[in-house]
């Protein structure tokens, strides 16, 4: 054992409330930290190599000669960038309390998570802002520049939060009503649903540009709706933002099933995709659940936490 001591980090997963893919061009967007957490326990060792034990693969490389790796891209993309401010070699053990298959952000918990645990092993004291912009460059690293950071800024800060790209903003907001979370059962990667985005707007330049513009004005009176704690004008402006996502291309009959089905459900407000969409999570405000609906349930409440170290 080395002379450090190990280092143990939770991070909570996240959820999309508004703003899906108006946020890149310049919309606030509304998210939410949720109660389940990616927890990473760094421990030092006494030599230069680097032990990664994750449900997604294992991983073994020295220090001076990361390797790349599919399966573990966010976590050695991560190491990489810390790799010349860390003292020694370590073992990664990642545990999740949730599937990396549905909707809740583990890519940014872990990069959150582990961003705080390198920090802390590298001596560096870095400020919240600038571990932020330490994780976002992973992220961009990994996906070719693609990602707005907003999964990655209420993983980090916690809560209920309101967050821009540029210029950089991120206000906390009052708490929300109970809300819940279905997963379809399948999704497309975020870069990828993207790109088909960004295709799909140089047909049409001009109504995507209107889209993006009713996106944002939607975005705006949310905001509003919930420090207000008008529930009924936040729901409304929910399902006004699904319609939207529908237009930009993003929902499929699957997905559209299940939200008329939950929104049909007495005491559910609205509901709509959680994300980029063609897959993925409806988020619902409300928790009603309709008799006989064959889709999975997540649950979720907001958590006031944000990455922290663990006692």
């Given at each position: ?80 960038q810390w790799v010349d401010r860390l003292p020694c070699g370590f073992d990664l053990n990642i545990e999740s309390e949730f599937s990396h298959t549905v909707g809740l952000g583990s890519s940014a918990a872990v990069v959150a998570a582990l961003t705080v645990a390198l920090d802390r092993f590298a001596g560096s004291e870095l400020s919240r802002e600038q571990q932020f912009d330490a994780a976002l460059r992973v992220i961009h690293e990994v996906q070719n520049g693609r990602g ?164």
């Amino acid at each position: 054992m080395s002379g450090y001591s190990t280092i143990r980090v939770s991070a909570p997963g996240s959820i999309m409330l508004m703003g899906e893919h108006a946020v890149l061009r310049g919309a606030r967007a509304i998210a939410c930290a949720v109660n389940s957490y990616i927890h990473v326990e760094l421990i030092p060792r006494q030599d230069r190599q680097v032990l990664i034990h994750s449900a997604l693969g294992e991983y073994s490389a020295s220090l001076d000669q990361l390797t790349p790796s599919d399966d573990l891209s966010f976590v050695v993309t991560a190491v990489r960038q810390w790799v010349d401010r860390l003292p020694c070699g370590f073992d990664l053990n990642i545990e999740s309390e949730f599937s990396h298959t549905v909707g809740l952000g583990s890519s940014a918990a872990v990069v959150a998570a582990l961003t705080v645990a390198l920090d802390r092993f590298a001596g560096s004291e870095l400020s919240r802002e600038q571990q932020f912009d330490a994780a976002l460059r992973v992220i961009h690293e990994v996906q070719n520049g693609r990602g707005s950071g907003t999964d990655l800024a209420a993983s980090l800060y916690g809560g209920l939060i309101a967050y821009r790209v540029n210029p950089r903003e991120l206000v906390p907001l009052n708490g929300l009503p109970p809300i819940s979370l279905w997963y379809v059962g399948y999704k497309m990667k975020t870069p990828a649903v993207l790109e088909l985005v960004e295709q799909r707007s140089q047909r049409f330049p001009g109504l995507y540009a209107g889209l993006d513009k009713l996106m944002a004005e939607c975005c705006e009176q949310a905001e509003a709706a919930i420090n207000a704690s008008d529930w009924g004008a936040l729901g409304e402006l929910m399902n006004y933002y699904q319609g939207l996502m529908d237009a930009l291309g993003v929902n499929d009959a699957q997905l559209s099933e299940l939200i008329y089905r939950l929104r049909a459900e007495p005491g559910n407000r609205a509901a709509k995709i959680s994300g980029s969409g063609l897959g993925d999570c409806v988020v619902v405000l409300g928790q009603g659940v309709p008799d006989g609906l064959a889709y999975e349930q997540i649950p979720v409440a907001v958590s006031a936490r944000g990455a922290e170290l663990d006692a």
